[in-house]
């Protein structure tokens, strides 16, 4: 197959649809607990049957924020990429990373004794997502609430010196859908949802374009 082919095979149609996708609200159970809910969506659609609250409890990795002052007076906590931060059932809880999403998830699918395990694509180009949509394989995405523009950036640090950072709409979601104008979103908290292309690409850059995705492990 020559290169002109290869691209041709590569590229994504102009839209695509993954049907019959079921959601799950984080409401009320865990009103902070937006990326557990997501990831508990996509398990389902694998036919994984499992409780969001079952995720949250016994498989997602939770850390309390352990903030304290350096003597520079650098703000240091915990690793929110490698845990949850607080409690997803609580008000106060903050967010995640995609580490401790993979984390939850490959413990839940090695439990069952699935060939399935999470893959962690952060970084990845969003063309590369809509790819995969088209495939048939809904990607969870890092964003915001309402896919509004980020609000004011806060953080700490941890001890090994990486920036964690989150904002007050920071949100998880799965991208089941796109079009030339727009995308399909199952959010956890408003729906299935439509929601501009470009402000999605947007939002899901200023959030470092994290993404997660369930296939069989190579």
């Avoid at 149609?13 to 993954?18: E, K, R, T, V, W």
């Avoid at 240091?76 to 997803?88: A, E, L, T, V």
């Avoid at 941890?158 to 904002?167: K, L, P, V, Y």
């Avoid at 439509?194 to 939002?203: G, I, T």
């Amino acid at each position: 197959m020559g290169a002109e082919a290869a691209e041709a095979e590569a590229k994504a149609p102009d839209q695509a649809q993954i049907e019959g996708f079921s959601l799950i609200m984080q409401m009320p159970e865990l009103p902070t607990g937006c990326e557990i809910t997501a990831l508990t969506m996509m398990l389902d659609h694998y036919g994984y049957a499992v409780d969001k609250t079952v995720m949250a409890s016994e498989y997602l990795p939770v850390s309390p924020a352990g903030l304290y002052y350096g003597a520079d007076g650098t703000l240091y906590g915990n690793d929110m990429d490698k845990y949850f931060i607080g409690d997803p059932a609580g008000e106060n809880g903050y967010i995640c990373g995609t580490e401790a999403i993979v984390t939850a998830a490959d413990g839940y699918l090695t439990a069952c004794g699935s060939v399935l395990r999470a893959e962690d694509l952060t970084g990845t180009d969003v063309s590369e997502l809509y790819r995969l949509v088209s495939e048939g394989t809904p990607v969870m995405v890092w964003v915001t609430i309402g896919m509004a523009d980020r609000r004011e950036v806060q953080g700490w640090y941890t001890e090994a010196g990486e920036f964690m950072d989150w904002s007050t709409n920071d949100h998880g979601a799965v991208l089941i859908g796109y079009s030339p104008e727009t995308v399909t979103i199952a959010d956890p908290i408003s729906g299935i949802c439509e929601y501009d292309r470009e402000q999605f690409e947007k939002v899901f850059a200023s959030r470092g374009n994290q993404c997660v995705i369930l296939r069989e492990a190579a």
